[in-house]
């Protein structure tokens, strides 16, 4: 798009958002994480009908939220003139019992929560024709309204150059950041032991590395009884030595490994995802690969527990044969998000359906 088809664009933008709002009272909540999504629908509101009818809700998910995106956000609304509410909720520990479900915890937690917020007040989402939602064709649906659904990542970008907007980064990815929780890669059955591994060791990495970085996490794997912390950073620098060594003084962290060479995964999964091919790619090229800062190799095994209602990452180790087996490695097709986001998947369920609203 020129400068005139972005203008064109955000003014058919507006007149939709301000014909669509007054059909539900003239107020509006907007989901709001501080990402270029529900950034890019706050603008576009705010323009239609009002800053003063827009209010900006941010769920914060206790220890598993970064402490630098609580600034982030805050300091978005003070600049542009929103009003933002933080709404706190964990009840992500229990959708993450039964194994990772990061779209579960944003339909249940982080949208149940906005919507009980609400209390029948329209909310708006950064949802966009790259994600499920925007795969469904629905703008409307459930007391919720997405604004950009028609519209995809590179056009969000654009409308954001155009109110001369920068995503201000938390820091654990160039390109999507999220909660301390997606990088818990096992069932959570203790929070005082998995989710604590997740939460403190993921916000030291930011404190080695708060910048600069194309990824910078700890993945806590391994079997229940064991807390495995996978140190990820790319670009990959010395420091992060030091920081394994203080990683190895967290009690509930058993063992630390440097994602500084090739690693394998051992994976066992949920029947549902383990025998369908589309849903065990998912997770490799949609979830695990972009996270890691090295190679790696999956080996999948299918779960013989019916509590487990995804994945768990139950193993991870040096994979010694990658330079005979990696020009199979390179070869494999690369997949940009909204190719991920048109292959059906048992964890990834569209977010147009019914949630619970949480209060």
């Known amino acids: 798009m020129d400068k005139i088809d972005v203008d064109k664009n955000v003014e058919k933008l507006i007149e939709e958002i301000r014909t669509t709002v007054n059909n539900f009272g003239n107020k509006v909540v907007v989901a709001f994480s501080g990402g270029m999504d529900s950034t890019a629908a706050a603008l576009l509101c705010g323009e ?24 982030i956000v805050s300091d978005f609304a003070e600049r542009f003139g929103f009003k933002i509410t933080f709404v706190y909720n964990r009840q992500q520990e229990q959708i993450w019992k039964y194994g990772p479900s990061c779209n579960m915890c944003t339909r249940q937690v982080k949208m149940g929560s906005v919507l009980g917020y609400a209390d029948g007040r329209l909310v708006v989402t950064g949802s966009n024709s790259s994600d499920t ?25 654009k409308l954001l ?3 001369g907007v920068r995503i201000r980064r938390i820091g654990e ?42 990824i910078a996490n700890v993945k806590i794997a391994g079997p229940l009884s064991k807390n495995i912390a ?3 950073v790319r670009p990959f620098r010395e420091e992060v030595y030091a920081l394994a060594k203080e990683l190895e003084q967290i009690d509930v962290i058993d063992e630390v ?26 997770v490799e090229e949609g979830k695990l690969r972009p996270e890691f800062a090295v190679p790696i190799k999956v080996q999948w095994h299918e779960s013989r527990n019916n509590k487990l209602r995804t994945f768990h990452v139950v193993e991870v180790r040096e994979w010694t044969t990658y330079e005979t087996e990696k020009d199979k490695y390179l ?15 048992s964890c990834s369920m569209p977010s147009a359906i019914p949630l619970t609203h949480m209060r």
């Open 48 to 71: 239609a009908i009002g800053k003063e009818n827009v209010e900006l809700v941010h769920v914060v998910y206790g220890p598993y939220t970064y402490s630098n995106s609580l600034e």
């Open 133 to 157: 939602w925007g795969q469904t064709g629905l703008k409307l649906f459930n007391g919720m309204y997405a604004p950009l659904g028609d519209i995809g990542k590179v056009e969000i970008q």
């Open 161 to 163: 150059d155009y109110y």
């Open 173 to 214: 990815h160039a390109l999507r950041e999220g909660c301390k929780l997606k990088h818990l890669l096992k069932p959570m059955t203790n929070p005082n032991y998995h989710g604590k591994a997740t939460a403190i060791a993921n916000e030291m990495v930011l404190d080695y590395f708060p910048s600069g970085n194309e």
């Open 230 to 232: 996978v140190v990820n």
């Open 257 to 282: 490994i440097v994602a500084d060479r090739p690693l394998i995964l051992d994976i066992i999964a949920n029947p549902s995802i383990y025998r369908v091919e589309n849903s065990r790619y998912w």
């Open 331 to 345: 070869k494999r097709p690369k997949n940009d998000s909204d190719t991920l986001s048109e292959i059906p998947c």
